[in-house]
């Protein structure tokens, strides 16, 4: 179900940062580079900030940040005066209509006698779903497998061969399922090196928003526990999100954490804001007579944010979504307090 609703209010909604060159710990080659961070929100350029400091003294070291002016999302670094040792990158990322910051670093290296470290390129900028990309990988492990995958939620794109440089040209479809958003593309080789580009997907698939629902036996005899957690994988703020699971048949509840609302045989949590990321767990605890499986209804909305421009003003919508989990057995009776009777 999608309805429209009303614009909203600007909520405070940081940059989220998709991807990153070079990967965490990866070792460079001296020589001049410009690290690249993808946000899923166009950054201000007057105060959002990178450097680079020498892990051994904290010491800075040369560097020219630079927000991309063609799509305002991409943080660039230019590294001006390479030297080998173990430096720390620091970013300040501030959103350019909510003012909301993000702030994270990661630890890499220069070495003298370093190969270059895994890089991964797609040939465009936008694409929709089912849309065909081309994917250029370099710096992987000689004639090795490298797995393709998409999204925060990490679907499959595909599996490469790489060529005796450690490089592949490759194409592939972006999958129905992957939403809308700056969706990470990663690639992985059997060596365990791994590279991440971003693809904006403009008209992406349906749900942004999904959950996952486990169950295991007890805390007591006779009892089950589920527990829920809803992941946001699009860049739609997401608010009003409502978790409605249903009290199992002949099921009688017993707990809730955190504390719920129970009515008409169902319990609910209600999450005012949800960015994009995960939340949860959602448990609840039931005494049943034998096996059963839980089901949730997970509600959510999106409302064009007042005074928006661009690819800002999103299609504002209510919709849902459904989390099923496998029938599970309740804890069976303590062996010890049977044979105490």
């Known amino acids: 179900m999608v309805v429209a609703a009303g614009c909203a209010p600007s ?165 129905v399922g992957i939403p809308f958003g700056l969706q990470p593309v990663s690639a992985v080789d059997v060596w365990g090196d791994s590279a991440t580009a971003a693809l904006q997907v403009r008209w992406g698939g349906w749900p942004p928003l999904v959950a996952f629902t486990v169950g295991q036996p007890g805390p007591r005899s006779g009892e089950i526990t589920f527990s829920l957690s809803v992941r946001n994988r699009s860049d739609y703020l997401l608010e009003h999100v409502r978790v409605i699971m249903s009290e199992p048949q002949d099921g009688t509840f017993v707990a809730a954490e955190p504390q719920a609302q129970r009515r008409e045989r169902a319990i609910s949590w209600d999450i005012a804001v949800l960015d994009r990321g995960v939340v949860g767990p959602f448990r609840a605890t039931f005494r049943v007579p034998g096996a059963v499986a839980a089901h949730a209804r997970i509600e959510f909305r999106h409302r064009r944010p007042r005074g928006c421009t661009g690819d800002d003003c999103l299609p504002a919508f209510i919709s849902e979504t459904i989390s099923d989990s496998a029938p599970v057995y309740p804890r069976s009776e303590d062996p010890a307090q049977t044979s105490r009777r």
Request: proline share 9%.
């Open 11 to 175: 909520l405070p909604s940081p940059p989220y940062l998709v991807a990153v060159f070079p990967a965490v710990n990866a070792t460079l080659p001296v020589t001049q580079h410009v690290l690249e961070l993808p946000f899923t929100r166009p950054l201000d350029p007057e105060t959002t900030w990178a450097a680079v400091w020498r892990d051994e003294d904290g010491a800075p070291i040369a560097t020219d940040a630079i927000v991309d002016a063609r799509t305002g999302r991409r943080l660039r670094v230019n590294i001006l005066k390479p030297v080998a040792g173990q430096y720390r990158l620091r970013w300040h990322a501030v959103s350019a209509r909510t003012a909301a910051t993000t702030n994270g670093e990661q630890v890499f290296s220069i070495q003298d006698e370093s190969i270059a470290a895994p890089r991964l390129q797609v040939s465009r900028i936008t694409a929709e779903s089912g849309d065909t990309v081309r994917i250029t990988g370099d710096g992987f492990g000689q004639d090795c497998p490298v797995k393709l995958t998409i999204g925060d939620d990490d679907q499959p794109l595909s599996t490469v061969e790489t060529n005796p440089e450690g490089g592949f040209v490759t194409e592939a479809k972006v999958p």
